[in-house]
């Protein structure tokens, strides 16, 4: 078959498989919830609202030979190796309602160094403020020495616990200075400081040489002085999720239509509790035959879902599949 075949087959079915495209699943089976409550947050903030994150393993790279600057009808060149000189993290608060960041530079990003800073941080605001911080599910934002931290800087007591997931609760409770709100698991795009980390690499980073760490971390503290001082200005929220919730649906029915042999069980059971709690609370989301399209996909793709489940052979997560399985049957059916 020649190219110029192939080429006409491809085009008259708009088929580009040259080309892909990066995108987060939705996994988290609670999603929706907890983006409500992040979106609610930066569209109506309170007075001391951060967006936190850390930019991990930024490259002190240096190129091993000069680059040609560009000239007429000529673009710029520059050499293909280069030498690692190191790595070193930056941790940053972003005030969306100015714009204006606060960064340390950091040779990791463990627990001890993360309270080092926030505790930095929190002694810059008023001391009597209610704060407020927007972060991602990272380990180190949740474990207990992180805990100790917030207790003691809000003046509070704490008493170790066991999960994730209630010192996660525990940290969100509002009944204290400092409310930690975490984004939903693949969700860390709903988080605004995302935004400034693409601008310190387009405007300050990308295609630099830096011969030493050192000089890469001065780089950084100079972009954030001049951000702070002459480029600064408010990061106004506008996104309300809205259409995401068919997206979600329609994305697991190409899944269910080409039976992916990617799907493992794990995948699954989080897709299916997704879709019950979709249906439970956000029915009215997602057009009719969007939902009608899910469920003869169900009926048509049974043998495929169940060979999945049956596949795994750790009995754990067959009974979680088959609880998650039927929720969604009760949803659906």
């Known amino acids: 078959m020649s190219h110029s075949t192939i080429q006409r087959i491809l085009k008259s079915h708009g088929l580009r498989p040259h080309l892909h495209k990066y995108f987060l699943a939705i996994t988290d089976p609670e999603f929706f919830p907890k983006m409500e409550h992040i979106v609610n947050l930066c569209l109506h903030p309170p007075e001391h609202l951060f967006n936190f994150d850390e930019c991990t393993a930024l490259q002190a790279k240096s190129t091993l030979a000069p680059e040609l600057p560009a000239v007429s009808n000529k673009p710029r060149y520059e050499e293909f190796e280069y030498r690692r000189n190191g790595t070193i993290d930056l941790m940053a608060f972003l005030n969306p309602k100015t714009g204006k960041v606060f960064g340390r530079c950091t040779p990791n990003h463990n627990t001890q160094t993360l309270a080092r800073v926030f505790k930095e941080h929190v002694n810059t605001l008023p001391s009597d403020a209610p704060l407020h911080y927007i972060m991602d599910n990272l380990n180190t934002h949740f474990n207990d020495e992180f805990c100790k931290t917030v207790a003691e800087l809000s003046n509070v007591a704490y008493d170790p616990l066991k999960t994730g997931r209630e010192r996660r609760q525990w940290l969100q409770r509002e009944n204290k ?99 019950s709690n979709i249906a439970k609370t956000y029915h009215n989301k997602v057009h009719t035959k969007v939902w009608k399209k899910l469920h003869d996909l169900f009926v048509d793709k049974k043998e495929y879902i169940n060979g999945i489940i049956s596949a795994s052979v750790k009995e754990r997560q067959i009974a979680k599949a088959n609880m998650a399985l039927d929720q969604f049957k009760a949803c659906i059916t």
Not at 233 to 249: C, D, N, Q, R, S
């Open 177 to 275: 200075r400092i409310v930690i709100h975490f984004t939903p698991f693949h969700g860390s795009w709903l988080n605004m400081i995302e935004i400034w980390f693409g601008i310190l690499n387009k405007k300050c980073l990308k295609h630099q040489s830096f011969e030493s760490v050192q000089l890469l971390q001065e780089t950084i503290e100079e972009f954030i002085e001049t951000w702070n001082t002459y480029f600064s200005h408010p990061f106004t929220w506008t996104y309300t999720g809205e259409g995401l919730h068919e997206k979600a649906i329609t994305r697991f029915n190409k899944l269910l239509l080409i039976e992916s042999k990617q799907m493992d069980i794990k995948f699954l059971t989080k897709q299916l509790l997704l879709m």
